[in-house]
């Protein structure tokens, strides 16, 4: 299969009977602002802020984890949705900063959210495509009947992961969890998702270090257990898969651009996010931008960007959204849903 063959496929995916019922992102309390690298990048900081649109972003504390985020926010969405813990049958951690190699994080914050010993709850190592990859499993789950009420946490803390001295990682990423909920709903809208994978491109963002394929205490002076990341390796993928992501997700929910409310871009940075919509032929009224505040949240971008951006028409009306998550694996992920009006929309500070 040629290189173009397979930025071009995508396994579509249609699930019913299933919500999106409440949603809620939590970031932590500290706003790092572009000064605090002006001593260390001087004039290159004006250089990566015009490429990424970057003005502040939220950074965790040493102590605080991707887990304590997202247990924050499920203990929102439970309680503004007046679900009994006990009734959730399933919680999917969704992330590449766990809080251990093991055991799985879903498994150490299922008591933590006071859900009852014996659902399922296991952890999925996705970053950038999360977002749709998690709502296409969660929603397959309620469709088949393994569970009728499913908590999605998805969020990364990749401050704790970049290199300080590398000025396109270091002022890129912020910090945040979010958690979705999912039930049964015989009437809902279908959702539809377009989903895909090409490895080849894995070596591209990586953190090379601390896993199995080479160890912490093996590692080499010139090596480093930080994000390495090749932007322009990237930007090159994203520009070839991305529109077609966007065309392939609509023929496959068979709508078209009117038909939606909002298009929701994984928030790599602003220029990218304004040259896909433009090649896309969508208008930048429909495509919501917050990356300035909250930098790159990997994993949770879209979720934030909900509650961030569209809580208060979500809270009163129902959206049809268009979603995109791409990146890191190469991994790339559209969702066609139908959300609203929710009682549960809320962006929280930890």
Known sequence: MTEEAALKSGQAAKVQSASIVGLAACVPPRVVGNDHFAEQFGDGVADVTKMTGVLTRRWVDDST?????????GKRVLADLDWDPASVDA??????TPDYRLPATAAVMQPRLDLRPGIIAFDINLGCSAYPYGLWLAMSMVQTGAARRVLLAVGDTSSRVVDPSDRATAMLFGDAGTVTAIEYD???????????????GANNLIIPCGASRQLQHEKTPNEQDKLFMDGGEIFTFTLKAVPTLVAETMQVAGKSIDDYDY?????????????????????????PINIDAFGNTSSATIPLLICDKLAGELSSKPLRLGMF????????GGASVDIGALKSVALLTL
């Open 91 to 96: 919680l999917i951690f969704i992330s590449q």
């Open 325 to 332: 998550g791409f990146g890191v694996g190469y991994s790339w």
């Open 186 to 200: 015989d009437k809902a809208e279908p959702a539809y998702f377009v989903l895909g994978t090409d490895g080849r």
């Open 65 to 73: 984890t991707t887990a304590d985020l997202c247990v924050a926010a």
């Open 263 to 287: 298009f929701l871009f994984h928030q790599a940075n602003t220029f990218m996010i304004n040259h896909l919509a433009k090649k896309a032929k969508l208008p930048s009224e429909k495509v």
